[in-house]
């Protein structure tokens, strides 16, 4: 798939490229049999035409499509649509893209098409994977109620499929429909942590054979990587086009980007919100010490700060709490941080002298499920209370949220001195690219063996998880002359 230099004129390539290859793949000819619509979503889909047609209130059409987006979920509709948007893969955007498109404000209607065509794809691809996993995942409650909420996604999503993009008011209902699915999706990390647990206590509890630990991180990589990247897009249409324009005389905040992050007030921002955190926990808190290197008093470029934000602030809680609980809460060492930015890489060192860990314990940090706090507490109807508490979801998320964009976390330690982190950012907006999973047939049978496929797709096209690792590892690596 070509895409041009130019802004985010891949929509239109997009597009055409998605059309043509579900003409190839036989999307489009006539279906018989099991591929018919059942009456009733025929029925509402004429009303929902006929609301758009008569220009009758938004509460109408917002009902309309809340009827025809759960008869969309529950039929053989719902399976087509997963089939025919599965069969490709998402398109991948750069930094530059984003904030080229946003340089403008008059694309709404191209947004608007792109979108209509990009999220079903991400969607399907995420749905398609659901259900490759042990039934005995699928069928937690928890992560039942996760499935059918992006089934229902979809099929609200795909309402505008053939709508008329030069018509205000389905954009404006299009704008509402991602404000909900926005809010609809807020808990879903939450509640895919504890369809794990949910699992986990029932295979120990029937004695039936568990998925590895390996393919469980593998999946929930895949689909937490997919949701990052599919709330940038609908976080980047609903920042430039909803009730909440933002002013760009006055703000370099391009939806979620920031063309000129100023990666030194991230950091201090992060840290101040964890030192906040430390002292009410344990009325104290560590010195934060940032340091310049290369000659440099600032360093911008242009990346999502909410994104550093979360990757700085869990680094900082846990470089803080390891600090007290190893020196107390008087005389305690500071924490130091090193910004650098050079040809290919921005860094960011995060040193602590929390004691360090273990080797073994280190490797497990990026694992989900390990956290050394106390399990989360649950509510009397089973749910959880606190978010994230206790999962160990921190520097999982944290290493999904650098890998997003071509960068990376890893972190070193000495066990009996400290812990070294280390961020990174691709410094070239054209080199950060979106890294996405892509659902593959083989799915099945990678979850059963270790054959290597190529699930993951990015700047150098579709890759394997393999390849991924050592791509993320060889941005580490100094280069040699």
């Not at 069969?87 to 098409?113: I, R």
């Not at 018509?167 to 926005?182: A, K, P």
């Not at 290493?399 to 972190?411: E, F, N, T, V």
Request: hydrophobic share 35%; proline share 4%; glycine share 6%.
């Amino acid at each position: 798939m070509r895409q041009k230099e130019n802004g985010w004129s891949i929509f239109d390539d997009t597009k055409n490229a998605k059309k043509e290859e579900l003409h190839n793949n036989g999307v489009f000819r006539r279906q018989t049999g099991v591929e018919k619509q059942t009456q009733v979503v025929k029925t509402i889909f004429d009303m929902r035409l006929n609301i758009i047609t008569n220009k009758c209130s938004l509460r109408q059409l917002s009902s309309a499509q809340a009827r025809l987006a759960s008869a969309m979920a529950k039929g053989d509709l719902l399976t087509k649509n997963v089939d025919k948007y599965s069969k490709y893969s998402p398109s991948p955007l750069s930094v530059q893209q984003f904030l080229d498109f946003g340089a403008t404000s008059d694309n709404e209607q191209k947004s608007f098409e792109y979108l209509r065509y990009e999220l079903p794809t991400r969607l399907a691809n995420m749905i398609k994977e659901m259900n490759r996993l042990p039934k005995e995942l699928l069928t937690t409650p928890s992560f039942e109620n996760v499935k059918q909420m992006y089934e229902e996604t979809l099929g609200e999503v795909l309402i505008f499929e053939k709508s008329d993009a030069n018509d205000e008011q389905v954009r404006e209902d299009f704008l509402n429909s991602l404000h909900g699915i926005v809010n609809r999706h807020r808990s879903v990390v939450e509640q895919v942590a504890y369809s794990v647990m949910e699992y986990k206590a029932s295979v120990q509890n029937t004695g039936n054979r568990s998925i590895d630990e390996e393919k469980m991180q593998y999946f929930l990589d895949r689909f937490y990587m997919s949701r990052i990247a599919i709330r940038v897009l609908i976080n980047q249409h609903v920042g430039m086009f909803g009730s909440h324009v933002q002013d760009r005389s006055q703000h370099a905040l391009i939806g979620a980007f920031d063309a000129k992050c100023d990666i030194r007030k991230v950091v201090e921002d992060a840290a101040h919100a964890a030192q906040h955190l430390c002292e009410k926990y344990y009325l104290g808190a560590p010195e934060v010490e940032i340091e310049l290197v290369n000659d440099r008093n600032y360093i911008e470029m242009g990346y999502v700060p909410s994104h550093l934000h979360h990757i700085c602030f869990e680094l900082f809680k846990n470089s803080m709490r390891a600090m007290v609980e190893e020196h107390g809460t008087f005389d305690i060492p500071p924490v130091k941080v090193l910004l650098t930015k050079g040809r290919d890489n921005v860094c960011i060192k995060i040193s602590d002298l929390g004691g360090g860990a273990c080797l073994e314990e280190c490797r497990r940090w990026t694992h989900y499920m390990y956290s050394t706090a106390p399990p989360p507490p649950k509510s009397e109807d089973g749910q959880n209370i606190a978010p994230l508490a206790g999962y160990g979801y921190g520097i999982p998320l944290s290493r999904l949220y650098a890998r997003y964009l071509g960068g990376d976390l890893m972190l070193q330690s000495v066990e009996g001195y400290g812990t070294d982190a280390y961020i990174y950012l691709k410094s070239g907006n054209a080199d950060a690219v979106e890294v996405l999973p892509i659902f593959t047939n083989q799915l099945s049978d990678h979850y059963r063996n270790k054959q290597q496929m190529k699930d993951w797709v990015s700047k150098q096209g579709p890759i394997s998880t393999s390849q991924l690792n050592m791509s993320m590892q060889s941005h580490t690596t100094k280069r040699r002359y």
